[in-house]
T-cell receptor
Framework: DSGVTQTPKHLITATGQRVTLRCSPR?????VYWYQQSLDQGLQFLIQ???????AKGNILERFSAQQFPDLHSELNLSSLELGDSALYFC????????????FGSGTRLTVV | GESVGLHLPTLSVQEGDNSIINCAYS??????FIWYKQESGKGPQFIID?????DKRQGQRVTVLLNKTVKHLSLQIAATQPGDSAVYFC????????????FGKGTMLLVSP
């Protein structure tokens, strides 16, 4: 157990629908990162939150949004889903030091049918 | 941003052999590097990291080498075991701004008994 908790583990939904993925960071970590992993793209950075505020944005589609709540858990919202959004979505957290690596959760596998 | 890449997508070795996984990075401003291991169905797991002021760092059965001149990173695994079979990613980041980890596409290591 890495200490980063992601729910649900699996999600199957239809095109056009909206889903919410949830992440609880490791205790004491203020930063949360979301990554998308598909077969042909590797791990793509989506967005980072630090203590409730958006800090960095990567290749995140406009149909996707995220937020971090006062208790530091984060949610990634995916809307108007397309078949191509099927992927593994990982959440990671880290401490404040620049030289810290990220601790990843076990991911949510999203399948859009 | 610039990306991190890997030379070999698949590496097959025999149990007990030493394995070397290579990574070329293109961002000369990167000064912190991490190797992650990802087993099937799991999130990436931190293996070892290295800062740009170092050339070599050793862990338990793993060694990371950094050659800044040619922007090359390698992961050496001694006495490879079947449990080492996984996908290995190198990742980099810089101190500039709110830099986040950029991942390469990964190398699959297959260890035969």
């Amino acid at each position: 157990d890495s200490g980063v908790t992601q729910t649900p583990k699996h999600l199957i939904t239809a095109t056009g629908q909206r889903v919410t993925l949830r992440c609880s960071p490791r205790s004491g970590d203020l930063s949360v990162y979301w990554y998308q992993q598909s077969l042909d793209q590797g791990l793509q950075f989506l967005i980072q939150y630090y203590n409730g505020e958006e800090r960095a944005k990567g290749n995140i589609l406009e149909r996707f949004s995220a937020q971090q709540f006062p208790d530091l858990h984060s949610e990634l919202n995916l809307s108007s889903l397309e078949l191509g959004d099927s992927a593994l979505y990982f959440c990671a957290s880290s401490g404040e030091s620049y030289s810290y690596g990220y601790t990843f959760g076990s991911g949510t596998r999203l399948t859009v049918v | 941003g610039e990306s991190v890449g890997l030379h070999l997508p698949t590496l097959s070795v025999q149990e007990g052999d030493n394995s070397i996984i290579n990574c070329a990075y293109s961002n000369s401003a990167s000064d912190y590097f991490i190797w992650y291991k990802q087993e099937s169905g799991k999130g990436p797991q931190f293996i070892i990291d290295i800062r740009s002021n170092m050339d070599k760092r050793q862990g338990q059965r793993v060694t990371v080498l950094l050659n800044k001149t040619v922007k090359h990173l390698s992961l050496q695994i001694a006495a490879t075991q079947p449990g080492d079979s996984a996908v290995y990613f190198c990742a980099e980041k810089t101190k500039a701004g709110y830099s986040t980890l950029t991942f390469g596409k990964g190398t699959m290591l297959l260890v035969s008994p």
